[in-house]
């Protein structure tokens, strides 16, 4: 895994404060590197902190050639990669040691680049960063007070020589305070936006331009007191913000309209030191009082620990519902600790409001781990402070809480039992990965009052390595001034990829070894140059100068309800091929893109709980004017929401794309997260639910029929890496042909510069298809393929001067995604060829490439037909293109639906629901039912059906049709189950904690005993 750390949502000072830091975490470890130990001057001090210009700071070394060797400091305002040329000689000199201030050596505040070096013998050290911070804390300007706008913007003074600042907004007033070592101590504070700027100004819900943070902004909430802070930064990271800081400011939104707050019904309300304890349930059902004009609930959870004397709150989990209680799968994602949670009601034009904070302890079973990360120095291990370690479970709890090493590289970890893998990762070195187990250890005795419950103790000793090499450089425009901020990529021959923050115009990359490729990029600028170099172990690179140039073409519009209220933090999102803009609309609704490139523009608006119309396509010219104007972009409230997840059985899967067909119109998509989950707003309608990635294969699909305003959960799917693969090659006069599109439906391959291809499959029987514009293809193969199995030469043979064939399939008077369009080539009366048929598009568009001759062509989708008389017959001639070329679909289907419940009354929620035709196994639709226990489906008549009702600790409920289903048919069940006896499992292990077979298992409750093995 090669993933950077970003904190997600609104993680609060963890490492500023939070952890008990001496210094500046990126000059941590610095003088074992391999680097230090081979130059000429060894350093054996560095500065570890922030220094104000009147504060000393020391560097000490040695030198190899020469015992007295007398040297200076140097100093450069980007990485000079210890070349003396590179930087400014300054009046601090010594013979193995430098002590100084910044005053002294004329330096002002920011963050500097520096090494010892002596001129006459040509030596330095290696460079090691010195931050001069101001004395000056940031004065804040506005809000302040009471204030009538959900989106305001926060505005401060300029700092002199700070190049960036640290935001922070909490909906609780918090305290900055020291402890008895002068460490700066954080309690009461619950951040729910942060960000990083080079700006003086932001607006709430501002995307982070650092990528430090990952921000779900929730609304503000009337009558509630909001704190916020600014603190000075130095280096566009989390890591260079100041403990320099002023006492937060407090503002308060006011609004005419109130809603009621809910109440939290279960876990039932609970304050702070009188937390309810839940003893290890799988599912936790939070319910809360329902509040009258609330369209919607976004329910936000978060761990409560206590980090060197700072009260810090993770977050977990928040979703957004229609209903007033929601399943939370606990056991795959608590640990044993201490958790709040609060509601956040809101209506239709945007006002909210919001629960108090309730507690619960949630207790499991445990173990206690303890990571050391450390690094080979000389002819031993040194510990590598400020390292972030995440936990990915194998068979575990998805624990997201993320973890930093302190000073000395040690870390400690309660986590449920279960299977993991632990990634290290810091800039300048490489990541590390190990997997470990917790397991129920019957010997285990605790030796510390921190291990004291666990069941498990395991010592992770993870060994990281440096990056063997860097590249440097600077960033400016096109007029040749530096780039305050922007991203550098660079991309070796494998396609691995590593990024940096440009700061000041400047960049290090930390690589390995080989070929890379290095450009900059960032939002609203073009990327105007690349380069590329042959990296060799130990080598500090000097790049070219990379250029970018600023765009100077603008797209702006404002979104509103269908009421014509603007509609405040809606996410707008505007994309180009690879180029995925986002902003964020203000209390007026509008937005602008600044900067975009020529092209055409996707522009889709989006916000919990109203529905999107379909995206507008603007395109941008040379000769389109500064701003182009889109208009209004109208959503529409009551929308229904489909929640789900996507994993691989074990643990959630991220970016699977999350496709929702409707019956006819346009499919509306989404992306899972970095946990699996996702969440999806769509309007009325009778919809299949599909999850697709590259090389995974998934298991299952959906279908829901929506009406209005309605929540469903559980719309989970499964995929599986693919590990089988079919090869082959296309050729066209007996050529290699490229850019030709192969598919088997389920995977995808375009043909390379030779004609060949690859897909990865799951086993199974597979039609692959064929297709390029204006060549027609020798048909359709068909491959049966077995579990890890390679098929090779299926290969086809393509003829050019095909005529094209283009139109649109409709149903209902929308276009229809997914439907196949198939047809003959008619020979004469008695004979005709089936051609290879093809799929539309999500426009409703297709392409069939055929030679000529004479045709039948129709369409073909579940619960839809072609009626005959829609049928085109086409007479086509060579080299010709046929436009508008239109099929009608019309309805075929039936309606099953029903309900069902516990044999107490109650509804069943989130109950699965399979419907089979009789005698078909491949032919099964799947749903779930939602929180009044109901379910619908449309199904093909003329067919059986058998529904098959389960959920997990209930009975199985069957039901069936009785006979083939008419036209529009309807039939409705009422099923019930029953609840199940409790059960017990769990696993026998000997007291080596070995796995045991065939153990006799006795549990006995009075005069009632069971056996098992």
Not at 267 to 286: A, C, L, M, Q, R
Not at 891 to 896: G, L, N, P, T, V
């Amino acid at each position: 895994m090669n993933r950077i750390l970003k904190l997600n949502l609104f993680i609060v000072f963890q490492i500023i404060w939070a952890l008990d830091i001496d210094g500046n975490q990126i000059n941590s470890a610095l003088l074992h590197h391999p680097q230090n130990r081979e130059n000429q001057i060894i350093l054996t001090s560095i500065p570890m902190d922030f220094y104000k210009s009147v504060e000393e700071f020391s560097v000490t070394w040695i030198a190899l050639s020469e015992v007295d060797l007398s040297a200076s400091l140097y100093i450069s305002n980007s990485p000079g990669g210890s070349e003396l040329e590179n930087y400014t000689q300054t009046s601090a000199e010594g013979i193995g040691e430098i002590l100084t201030t910044p005053e002294e050596i004329g330096y002002d505040v920011g963050l500097y680049y520096a090494i010892i070096g002596n001129p006459e013998t040509n030596s330095t050290s290696i460079e090691f960063q010195l931050i001069i911070e101001s004395q000056q804390s940031v004065q804040m300007v506005s809000p302040m007070g009471e204030i009538n706008t959900t989106t305001p913007i926060f505005n401060w003074d300029p700092t002199p020589g700070v190049p960036y600042y640290h935001v922070i907004l909490s909906d609780n007033p918090f305290v900055l305070a020291e402890d008895e070592n002068g460490n700066m101590t954080v309690s009461g504070a619950q951040a729910i936006w942060q960000i990083i700027t080079s700006e003086t100004s932001v607006q709430y819900g501002d995307l982070d331009p650092s990528g430090s943070f990952e921000n779900n902004v929730p609304p503000l909430v009337s009558g509630l007191t909001y704190n916020w802070l600014v603190m000075n930064n130095y280096g566009n990271s989390l890591l260079y913000s100041s403990q320099v800081a002023s006492t937060p400011v407090e503002f308060e939104y006011v609004t005419e309209i109130v809603l009621e707050s809910p109440q939290q019904i279960y876990p039932e309300f609970s304050d702070f030191d009188n937390p309810i304890e839940i003893e290890g349930e799988d599912i936790i059902t939070f319910q809360w009082s329902e509040v009258e004009g609330a369209m919607t609930y976004q329910i936000f959870l978060s761990e409560l620990r206590l980090e060197a004397g700072s009260e810090i709150q993770y977050p977990i989990w928040n979703q957004v519902t229609t209903n007033n209680l929601i399943d939370f799968e606990a056991s795959s994602i608590l640990i044993n600790a201490k958790y709040a949670w609060k509601i956040i009601a809101s209506n239709s034009d945007g006002v909210s409001s919001i629960s108090n904070l309730s507690y619960f302890n949630y207790n499991i079973p445990f173990g206690r781990i303890h990571i050391f990360a450390n690094v080979e120095c000389g002819d031993s291990n040194c510990g590598v402070g400020y390292a972030s370690a995440s936990i990915d479970p194998i068979d575990g709890s998805g624990d997201v809480v993320p973890i930093t090493v302190d000073a000395t590289g040690h870390a400690y970890k309660n986590l449920p039992l279960g299977s993991y893998l632990l990634t290290l990762e810091k800039p300048g070195f490489e990541n590390a990965t190990e997997s470990f187990e917790l397991i129920f250890n019957p010997n285990f005795v605790p030796s510390t009052e921190s291990q004291e419950g666990a069941s498990d103790y395991v010592d992770i000793i993870m060994q990281m390595e440096w990056s063997p090499g860097s590249i440097y450089g600077n960033v400016i425009n096109s007029e040749g001034t530096p780039i305050e901020t922007a991203v550098v990529i660079a991309v070796n021959s494998e396609g691995e990829e590593r990024m940096a923050n440009v700061s000041g115009g400047f960049y290090s990359l930390s690589v390995t070894p080989g070929i890379w490729t290095i450009y900059a990029q960032k939002v609203g600028y073009e990327t105007i140059n690349f380069f590329q170099y042959s990296i060799s172990g130990g080598q500090n690179y000097e790049a070219e100068t990379l250029e970018i140039e600023e765009n100077n073409k603008n797209i702006t519009g404002i979104v509103t309800n269908t009421g014509g209220i603007p509609l405040s933090s809606v996410l707008v999102i505007a994309s180009n091929g690879n180029q995925i803009r986002q902003e964020i609309t203000s209390s007026n609704g509008d937005f602008t893109f600044e900067g975009v490139s020529v092209g055409d523009w996707s522009i889709l608006a989006e916000k919990i709980g109203y529905y999107s119309p379909p995206s507008i396509i603007i395109e941008i010219t040379d000769l389109s004017g500064d701003n182009t104007q889109i208009g209004t972009i109208s959503l529409s409230p009551q929308a229904n929401i489909v929640n789900g997840n996507v994993n691989n059985t074990v643990v959630g899967i991220l970016d699977v794309t999350i496709t929702a067909t409707p019956s006819s119109g346009l499919p509306i998509i989404t992306n899972s997260d970095n946990y699996g989950n996702y969440s999806i707003n769509l309007p009325e309608g009778n919809y299949q639910f599909s999850a697709f990635k590259a090389n995974y294969s998934s298991q299952n699909s959906h279908s829901l029929i929506l009406t209005v305003a309605e929540t469903v959960d559980g719309i989970d799917f499964v995929l599986v890496p693919n590990e089988s693969f079919i090869t082959g090659k296309i050729t066209s006069d007996g050529v290699g042909l490229s850019g030709v599109t192969v598919t088997t439906g389920e995977s995808e391959d375009i043909s390379d510069a030779f004609g060949n291809y690859s897909l990865s499959v799951n086993p199974g029987t597979f039609e692959i298809n064929v297709q390029k514009t204006g060549y027609s293809s020798s048909g359709v193969e068909t491959v049966s393929i077995g579990p890890g199995q390679t098929i090779t030469d299926i290969d086809f043979s393509m003829n050019a001067n095909a005529s094209t064939i283009t139109g649109t399939v409709y149903a209902n008077g929308a276009t229809v995604f997914g439907a196949e369009v198939n047809g003959l080539k008619i020979i004469n009366d008695d004979l005709s060829i089936e051609i290879s048929g093809v799929s539309t598009n999500s426009f409703g568009e297709y392409q069939l490439d055929l030679l000529p001759g004479t045709y039948e062509i129709w369409a073909e989708k579940t619960n839809f037909v072609t009626d005959e008389n829609d049928f085109l017959t086409l007479i086509i001639q060579p080299g010709q293109s046929y436009s508008d070329q239109n099929i009608i679909l019309t309805a075929y289907e039936a309606q099953i639906s029903g309900t069902v419940i516990k044999n107490n009354g109650e509804a069943l929620r989130n109950a699965e629901v399979i419907i089979q035709e009789v005698g078909q196994a491949d032919n099964v639709i799947s749903t779930v039912t939602n929180i009044q226990g109901g379910y619908s489906v449309i199904v093909t008549p003329e067919k059986a059906y058998e529904i098959t009702i389960s959920k997990e600790g209930y009975s199985t409920a069957t039901e069936n049709t009785e006979g083939e289903l008419a036209i529009g048919d309807e039939v409705n069940f009422s099923s019930m189950v029953e609840a199940l006896p409790a059960s017990i499992e769990g696993l026998a292990r000997d007291n080596e904690a070995n796995l045991l077979a065939e153990v006799s298992i006795s549990i006995i409750s009075g005069d009632n005993s069971y056996e098992t093995q």
